[in-house]
């Protein structure tokens, strides 16, 4: 069963793709932002390229556990795509998930600029990764 991950962000979403064992994820894309309907065509795109079955949206929470103006966003666009695409959605915690992220890039040596392309979709893996190791146990 291959379940996608996405880190939605107001710019960009990160793409990321379990196995079909559903044990590990790989990033695979960073969609550039243009639009609702054409954000969620690329996501279907993939979904149906994939034969996706589930999709984890990774939920920006506060520190302290509350939902803020960017979780709203978030959960209103995963609504959307549940009555798009027609696949169960399931909301992952994702604090922390970029700074993990940036500090796996930064002891990697990755310059900068090559940071900034690929942290979203690093992002969604660890979202992902979290989801899957969570339900193998």
Same mark, same amino acid.
């Given at each position: 069963m291959r379940?996608?991950?996405?880190?939605?962000?107001n710019k960009t979403i990160g793409v990321a793709l379990s196995d079909p064992l559903g044990i590990t994820a790989q990033g695979i894309t960073t969609i550039k932002r243009k639009g609702?309907?054409?954000?969620?065509? +690329?996501l279907k795109a993939i979904c149906d390229k994939y034969k996706v079955e589930v999709i984890?949206?990774?939920?920006?929470?506060?520190?302290? !556990?509350?939902?803020?103006?960017?979780?709203?966003k978030v959960l209103k666009f995963c609504n959307i795509i549940e009555e798009v695409?027609?696949?169960p959605?399931?909301?992952w915690d994702e604090r922390l998930t970029t700074v993990a992220a940036n500090k796996a890039m930064l +002891?990697?040596?990755?310059?900068?600029a090559k940071r900034k392309k690929?942290?979203?979709k690093m992002a969604a893996?660890?979202?992902?990764? !979290?989801y899957l190791d969570r339900i193998s146990k």
């Open positions: 379940i996608l991950g996405l880190d939605i962000g609702e309907d054409r954000d969620i065509e +690329e984890v949206c990774g939920l920006p929470k506060n520190m302290n !556990g509350t939902l803020g103006p960017q979780s709203e695409i027609n696949l959605i399931k909301m +002891e990697a040596d990755l310059s900068r690929i942290v979203d893996t660890y979202i992902l990764q !979290g």
